[in-house]
C-alpha cells in the first residue's frame, strides 16, 4: 500500500513537534529549489527594501554579486555608498511593483520612453521621476539627468544582458501611475518630488492577472536577450506602512498585496523551469517564530531573521565549496561598515517609508 500522502498530519511526532512551537532556527520551508549558484555565477539583484539584504549577504559570503553599475572607480567607496551605487545590481532605487520591473526593462531596451522626462524642483534641482530618491540633492541641470539616466539604462540594459540569476523582490500592488502613457512611479509624485495632479496622475492595485501578466512577460523579454536567464522570485515580509486605497485599512491592504504578489509568483513559477520561488517571506512572516523577526515597529526584519533566511537560500541554493571560507576573503575598506550595520536592526533605503510624510 502506497504511503498516505497526509501521513504527516497523523503523526503524533509532528503534532508534538508542532505544538511545542519549533524554534526559528529549525524550521526550513524551502522544500526542493532547484538552482546552484557558484562562486562564478553573477546574480543581479532587484525589487524592495528586502531585496538589499539579499545582495549584502551575497557580496559578503564571497559570492559574485553582479553590479553592472558601480560607478566611477575613482570615487571612494563611501562616496558610491552615498549616492547609492551598488545597492542593487543598478543604480535604479527601489522597485516595488512587477509593472514598474517590466517597464524597466523595456526603458533598457528603447521599447518604452515615458513621456515625462523630469521634475523641476528649482532652477539647479532636477529629479528622476523613475529614481528621485537616488541622486542625493537631484541633478543640477536637465542635461545632467538625461546624459546619467542614458548611462543607467545602457548599465541595466548590461545587466539583463549578461547575468546568470536574477533575483527579484515583490513588494507592493499599490502604484501610481500617469494617466497620458501608463508609466508606473516608485513613489505617488508629490511626496518626494514633483507635484501630485489628480489630472495626470492615478492610484492603481495590481489585481494577481496583472501582475501574472507582467511578470510572465518579463520572463519572456528577458529569455530574448539571455536564454540561459534563470530567475528567482522572492516577495518581501515587509508590510506596507500607508495605502492609498480608497476605504481600506493598512492591515488588510497588506494581506491583499502579499497575497497577490505569492499567488502571482508561484503561478509563474509553475509554468517555466527558469523560474524559482524562494520563501523569504514565509520564514519571516510564520508563526513559528511568535514575531521575534520583526523590529519592535513592526516593520523593519531585524538581523536574526535575515540571517535565517539566507542561512537557507544559501544552503537550498548555492554550492558552498565552490567560494573560499571568509577569512580567505579579501575585506573592502567599508567592510567593517557593513559588519557594524549587521549587529543592530537592519535598516535599509526604503522609499515607502517616504509616505508618512503625506
Not at 526542493?32 to 553573477?42: D, G, M, Y
Not at 567592510?335 to 536592526?345: N, P, Y
Request: hydrophobic letters at 40%; a negative charge; aromatic letters at 12%.
Amino acid at each position: 500500500m502506497s504511503q498516505h500522502p497526509y501521513k504527516a498530519l497523523h503523526d503524533k511526532a509532528f503534532w508534538k513537534r508542532t505544538v511545542a512551537g519549533p524554534a526559528p532556527e529549525d524550521v526550513d520551508p524551502v522544500g526542493v529549489f532547484e538552482l546552484r549558484i557558484t562562486a562564478e555565477t553573477k546574480v543581479a539583484t532587484a525589487g524592495s527594501c528586502f531585496a538589499q539584504h539579499i545582495a549584502r549577504h551575497l557580496r559578503n559570503s564571497g559570492y559574485n554579486y553582479y553590479v553592472a553599475e558601480a560607478g566611477h572607480p575613482i570615487l571612494p567607496a563611501s562616496v558610491r555608498d552615498r549616492n547609492n551605487y551598488g545597492l542593487f545590481s543598478a543604480r535604479y532605487g527601489n522597485i516595488y511593483t512587477a509593472r514598474q520591473l517590466l517597464q524597466l526593462f523595456w526603458r533598457a531596451f528603447d521599447r518604452f520612453s515615458p513621456v515625462e522626462g523630469q521634475w523641476k524642483e528649482s532652477e539647479d534641482v532636477f529629479l528622476d521621476p523613475f529614481r528621485p530618491t537616488t541622486q542625493p540633492g537631484g541633478y543640477v541641470s536637465a542635461e545632467e539627468l538625461a546624459a546619467d539616466r542614458r548611462q543607467h539604462l545602457t548599465a541595466v540594459r548590461r545587466m539583463f544582458e549578461t547575468l546568470d540569476v536574477f533575483v527579484f523582490t515583490l513588494g507592493l500592488t499599490e502604484c501610481w501611475r500617469s494617466k497620458e502613457d501608463g508609466a508606473v512611479f516608485p513613489l505617488c509624485p508629490g511626496v518626494e518630488g514633483g507635484t501630485f495632479d489628480p489630472g495626470r496622475y492615478e492610484f492603481y492595485n495590481q489585481p494577481v492577472e496583472d501582475v501574472i501578466a507582467d511578470l510572465t512577460a518579463f520572463r519572456q523579454a528577458l529569455s530574448e536577450v539571455n536564454p540561459e536567464a534563470e530567475i528567482v522570485f522572492t516577495v518581501s515580509p515587509v508590510p506596507l506602512v500607508a495605502t492609498a486605497q480608497p476605504d481600506e485599512n493598512v492591515l488588510s491592504a497588506t494581506t491583499y498585496s502579499k497575497s497577490v504578489l505569492r499567488v502571482a509568483a508561484e503561478t509563474v513559477r509553475r509554468r517555466f523551469a527558469n523560474v524559482h520561488y524562494f520563501p523569504s517571506y514565509e520564514i519571516i512572516t510564520g508563526a513559528f517564530n511568535r514575531g521575534t523577526y520583526f523590529a519592535p515597529d513592526l516593520r523593519n526584519v531585524v538581523e536574526d531573521g535575515v540571517s535565517h533566511v539566507m542561512r537557507l537560500f544559501m544552503q537550498h541554493a548555492t554550492d558552498a565549496s565552490s567560494v573560499p571560507p571568509a577569512s580567505a576573503i579579501p575585506r573592502g575598506a567599508n567592510d567593517d561598515e557593513h559588519l557594524e550595520v549587521a549587529t543592530r536592526i537592519v535598516e535599509v533605503e526604503c522609499d515607502e517609508v517616504a509616505l508618512d510624510k503625506r
